[in-house]
């Protein structure tokens, strides 16, 4: 809400406080201010090195040279008809100033004015905004000459003083302004942009923040004195109000004025709604909006006579209902609205005249020939009103109160403030007497209130005295019996519950009023809970670990996709689906980790070289009920094997076995040893000849292998081969490890080389089984170092080359490695045909 | 005899002292202490000398292999040396050529980023708990105090999840992990009905809010809260807790202040800002010329939170607080551009 500090000061004396000091105590008590805008009042000046605290905005005013003046002619200009020239005293001497002002342009011609125009007056070099460009541009007037006329000074319009972005005319100040006061003086203002959370809608009015000050400052908060007079006939002879469900509409009231003469309201009124982001429309309306940003409470302003001919020659009754499915009403901007039972109507006994809580009817509202006004003040049901203001896209600042919750008790003070506004600013006369219809009267919470209360929630000693002091400033009732203290929440509250509920609530305003900034800081004394870890957790944490150390860079993505994105590389089943999907292409839960990482590296395809990685949910349905999260691993590779440099050419692309010897790193430091590679069937699209499935203790936990290139086509990469995997990570993690370390020998190893000669179908494998088996455990690494094929070996034939170690605990001679080697060469022969090649 | 070897030694340092390569001292070697060298063949005439020459003529013999030979090792010192400074000289490289590159492996840097709060957290004792990403109503709103229909509601818009006949209790995506401080405490209940343990969590994990993507705004974002539950636990305590929380992560002179807020599922509850560390609390643009950027929401755990996890508020007192790990890296690192988290452009993990 805006809020001009002119009208705060109305209810609290803030001499000596500065804006920013305003500003900073409601922002530490969760009033925050998003904004400072000035309109008049001096700015604050920072030096180099000292401290913003708020964004801020605007203009202030130079005491000198913009003062209150009066126009005592309106004279034509020799050379310009849509110009003229005043006769314009500002206090000290008369002067000649140049307008194109509309708003006094009738006056041209008319002779001495028989009461002179107060208007706001710039004198040369005056820094004002420059009111014919666009946006706010600041200028500083100087003398020219404007068709053969000497101007130096000018009559300043809202936007030129930066009121509003109003230029159309120039500002016409009331009859009482003081001709010769700065007019900073007069009415320089500074507004307060403060956003109000949920639970602070109490405070979304000018009495609010007043009382929230007052609490913080420990000044007085001065109340609004509501006093009038009234005359005529009370207003119960000729209105009555039936209320048909009162947990729609708790109260209604109101009340009547009688011969009211429509005009604009007073400047200073019009400025401050304007300054409070309100538009000006006339002294009734104004009147309405200005009870409303003073006070919280909406209200309805309705042409008597109206109503009064609607009723014929009875009493006016009005009467309050849900509105019936497909009733229709056409609303004050003119828009004819198809209803729903959810809508709560005021209606008279022939049809229905205003949306509650939203927006008047058209034909009931106040129009220039309005004389006598009926004014409605209510309470309403915030939720209901919030889902009517929802589903007609008619936020205002009637509804954005009500949809919040606005005590029933306000429906009385507002409405009776509004006739105040409305006879001083329209010289009606009140009518005696106010229609109240109060069915649903809230009761007002009782709370006990303990010193060891507060210290157990917010650690500070108080005492019972020192408490109800606290609370008394935000106008809570207090008892003090025998150190008891009973707190009764004020009459405009909603939010304050009963019980331990209750305690909580009032052991934060408690907490408010004493200031946070004041509680002190400690460590908690309670003891620490048992200590647990959280296994799953740090197993991936530690998996995420291993993939980093073997190069991989992680990714994390997005969990909203479309199946058409990922039936690119997966035949996909039934989907987790959004019923409000942000796009079309986010409308289900991912299913697959990988597609969201394939997706990743393809808009990376650039790079030079990829090797990525995601630990992360994917999704499955489960009907009507939670989903599954099942975690999952996916890596995907593709581009060149290391880095390029300027003299070292591109590298090999990545291809399967590049990934196959990472995915055995991560199992090794997972900590797995009986690791099977099987061709498999996936539901991913992939090579059939080169993909693989990973099994652990005989369980398939993931496959990897080269994306089928029917799969490839679908994405944007380039030429080099795409080297995909996915991991189960809850098989993976739930797999036993072993934990057990080879000892290091004293003794030396011996190596030796071996070359075979077999058939293509027996698998490197098979053999390095056989070896392993034959070899027992002296032989304790055998690692293939080359794959040959050629003519001499033979078509449907190749050679594979192994580097074997032999280790024991004792120094091995030659005689040792031969009689091993003899016996494995002999086994190869034997199982699987093959030649030792020499 | 004497005159002829004085003749030998004579002749093969002059010879040495104008050699400058390797390869002429090794031929030098070769012609004057090789086996047919001069000097040798006076050593192999040893026995044709009489017995009185033999002692005079050796002695002088040995003198002038020795000294021949110790002229050579000088010699061959100084060539080395002169061809190693040649080399120094010329093997000069340019430095300013680019260093070759090597792949290596990173954590995304939102994943960076919540190590570090998580590792904070866990020296002051707040364990790491996890839970679902997709929820139902009743965990994600009602039990943390949302009524229906409540005007906080609108503060964290849903992602709904499609289901039949559950009006009352829909799915939707969590939109912070607060509901897991409900899971925790009802499982911390079930260790001990009578005498529930104290709690201190750690909630890390990824939420979702209905907005659109924008530079300033995702509909996926990872969030940190922090939950302690006891007998004790007060707001002073939490303004401890926080402010050292803040210390460890922004410095040990970072400045903090606790602004009264709203959070449906605490209360009191407050915003805390440190001062900016981008201006030092002067004003920039980071801080939008306020000094101060808002890094925490927190409060005291709202009675009927903890009556829903099960733990009695009239003896249990307990504080929560939550924050972006992607927004402190934002506002650390001056990234202006909240999609570049989820884009995963390259480019942009590098740089972590
Ligand atoms: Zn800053």
């Known amino acids: 809400m805006k809020l001009p500090i002119s009208w705060l000061k109305d209810f609290i004396d803030l001499d000596g406080i500065t804006v920013e000091d305003i500003a900073r105590k409601l922002t530490l008590a969760g009033l925050e201010v998003d904004e400072i805008l000035y309109a008049g009042l001096a700015m604050p000046t920072y030096g180099a090195g000292e401290k913003h605290e708020f964004k801020t905005n605007g203009i202030a005013w130079d005491k000198e040279k913009i003062v209150v003046a009066e126009i005592r002619e309106v004279k034509e200009h020799p050379n310009a008809d849509k110009l003229t020239l005043l006769d314009l005293y500002d206090g000290q001497q008369e002067q000649v100033v140049l307008t194109g002002a509309p708003n006094i342009f009738h006056l041209k011609g008319t002779g001495k004015l028989p009461k002179p125009i107060k208007v706001a007056y710039a004198k040369e070099g005056a820094t004002i905004y420059d009111g014919h460009a666009d946006g706010l541009v600041l200028t500083t007037l100087k003398r020219a000459k404007i068709r053969g006329v000497d101007s130096y000074s000018m009559v300043c319009s809202e936007k030129e003083l930066g009121i509003t972005e109003e230029h159309e005319g120039i500002i016409l100040l009331d009859d009482d302004a003081p001709v010769g006061m700065s007019l900073a003086d007069h009415i320089g203002d500074a507004v307060l942009d403060i956003s109000i959370l949920p639970n602070m809608a109490r405070n979304a009015n000018v009495i609010g923040i007043a009382r929230e000050l007052a609490a913080l400052t420990g000044r007085e908060l001065k109340k609004p004195k509501i006093e009038f007079t009234t005359s005529g006939a009370s207003v119960e002879d000729s209105v009555s109000i039936e209320i048909t469900n009162s947990e729609l509409n708790p109260r209604f009231v109101a009340g009547l004025i009688r011969g009211v003469e429509i005009k604009p309201s007073p400047y200073q009124i019009q400025r401050r709604l304007k300054l409070a982001g309100i538009r000006a429309i006339n002294n009734i309306v104004d009147a309405t909006n200005y009870a409303m940003i003073e006070l919280g409470e909406p209200l309805h302003a309705f042409d008597y006579d109206v109503l009064k001919e609607r009723a014929g020659e009875k009493k006016i009754k009005l009467i309050t209902r849900p509105a019936q499915e497909g009733e229709e009403l056409v609303t004050l901007d003119g828009e004819k609205r198809k209803l729903t039972s959810m809508n709560v109507l005021v209606c008279d006994e022939k049809s229905s005249l205003s949306l509650a809580g939203v927006m008047g009817g058209t034909e009931s509202e106040v129009t220039q020939n309005t004389r006598n006004v009926l004014l409605e003040g209510a309470a309403w049901n915030f939720i209901n009103i919030r889902r009517t203001a929802k589903q007609h896209n008619l936020p205002s600042e009637a509804s954005f109160r009500f949809s919040r919750g606005v005590h029933p008790a306000l429906a009385e003070t507002g409405v009776k403030r509004g006739l105040q506004y409305m006879a001083a600013w329209a010289h009606g006369s009140i009518a005696p007497g106010l229609v109240d219809a109060y069915p649903l009267k809230p009761k007002d919470s009782v709370v006990e209130v303990t010193s060891k209360e507060v210290k157990r929630l917010l650690g500070i000693e108080l005492t019972v005295e020192q408490i109800a002091e606290l609370l008394s400033r935000l106008e809570f009732k207090c008892e003090i019996t025998n150190h008891q203290l009973q707190v009764t929440a004020p009459a405009h509250r909603m939010d304050i519950d009963e019980g331990v509920v209750g305690l909580a609530d009032v052991l934060e305003e408690v907490a408010r009023s004493y200031g946070f900034d004041k509680i002190p800081t400690t460590t908690i004394s309670d003891a620490l809970p048992p200590q647990a870890g959280n296994p799953v957790h740090e197993w991936e944490e530690h998996l995420r670990d291993l993939l980093v150390a073997i190069g991989m860079q992680e990714v994390v993505t997005y969990r909203m996709t479309s199946p058409e994105r990922e039936g690119r590389v997966i035949t996909h089943g039934e989907y987790v689906r959004i019923a409000n999907p942000i796009a079309p292409e986010r409308s289900v839960l991912r299913q697959s980790l990988l597609a969201a990482v394939l997706e990743v590296a393809e808009k990376n395809v650039r790079a030079e070289s990829i090797a990525m990685f995601e630990v992360g949910s994917i999704f499955e349905p489960v009907k009507n009920d939670l989903p599954n999260e099942p975690r999952k691993l996916a890596i995907v590779m593709t581009g060149a094997r290391s880095a390029s440099a300027w003299d070292v050419k591109a590298a090999p692309a990545f291809d399967f076995y590049d990934m196959k010897g990472r995915i055995e790193l991560l199992l090794a430091g997972l900590r797995y040893t009986d690791i099977v590679y099987a061709q498999s069937e996936s539901t991913y699209s992939l090579h059939p000849g080169k993909s693989a499935e990973v099994k652990i203790n005989g369980q398939a936990v993931g496959v990897f292998g080269e994306l089928h290139p029917l799969a490839k086509e679908k994405y944007e990469f380039g030429d080099a081969p795409v080297i995909v995997a996915e991991f189960d990570l809850e098989k993976l993690r739930t797999l036993n490890p072993s934990y057990g370390i080879i000892p290091v020998s004293e003794f030396p190893p011996m190596y030796e080389d071996i070359a075979i000669i077999l058939d293509e179908s027996v698998t490197a494998s098979a053999v390095e089984a056989l070896i392993r088996q034959t070899g027992g455990k002296t032989v304790t690494d055998v690692r293939l170092f080359d794959v040959y094929r050629d003519e001499k070996i033979g078509a449907g034939k190749k050679s594979l080359a192994y580097n074997l170690t032999y280790q024991a605990e004792k120094t091995l001679t030659d005689a040792d490695a031969a009689v091993i080697r003899n016996k494995i060469v002999k086994r190869l022969e034997n199982t699987i045909g093959a030649k030792l090649r020499r | ?352």
């Open chain 2, 1 to 352: 005899m004497l005159d002829k070897l004085n003749e030998i030694e004579k002749a093969a340092l002059e010879d040495l002292s104008s050699i400058t390569e390797q390869s002429a001292l090794d031929a030098w070697r070769v012609s004057n202490v090789g086996r047919s060298s001069p000097l040798m063949q006076v050593f192999a005439g040893f026995g044709k000398l009489s017995k009185e020459e033999k002692p005079i003529v050796g002695a002088a013999a040995n003198r002038v292999k020795v000294a021949l030979e110790s002229a050579l090792e000088e010699k061959t010192q100084a060539v080395k040396n002169a061809a190693l400074a040649k080399s120094l000289s010329e093997e000069k490289l340019d430095i300013t050529l680019p260093g070759r590159e090597v792949n290596i492996g990173r954590l995304h840097p939102a994943n960076q980023q919540l190590r570090r709060v998580l590792a904070i957290l866990a020296e002051m004792g707040f364990q790491v708990y996890t839970s679902r990403e997709v929820e139902t109503d009743e965990m994600n709103f009602q039990m943390l105090n949302f009524a229906p229909h409540h005007p906080a509601r609108e503060m964290q818009d849903s992602f709904y999840v499609e289901s039949e006949g559950r009006e009352d209790n829909p799915i939707l995506m969590r939109t912070h992990t607060s509901p897991g401080q409900i899971r925790a405490m009802r499982e911390a209940v079930a260790t001990n009905p009578q005498n529930p343990p104290p709690i201190r969590i750690a909630l890390p994990g990824m939420c979702y809010r209905y907005e659109q993507i924008t530079a300033r705004s995702e509909i996926q974002f990872n969030q940190v809260e922090g939950l302690a539950v006891g007998e004790g636990i007060t707001f002073a305590d939490l303004k401890g807790t926080l402010t050292d929380f803040a210390r460890r992560m922004f410095g040990k002179d970072a400045r903090v202040r606790f602004r009264a807020s709203y959070f449906p599922f605490t209360e009191p509850s407050a915003e805390v800002d440190v001062e900016c560390f981008v201006c030092g609390g002067k004003g920039c643009q980071v801080c939008k010329n306020s000094g101060w950027l808002e890094i925490l929401g927190c409060g005291m755990v709202h009675p009927n939170v903890l009556q829903n996890g099960g733990y009695d508020p009239k003896r249990y007192t307990g504080f929560a607080f939550g924050m972006g790990p992607e927004r402190q890296l934002m506002l650390r690192n001056k990234i202006n551009d909240i999609r570049y988290f989820w884009g995963n452009d390259l480019r942009f993990l590098e740089q972590f």
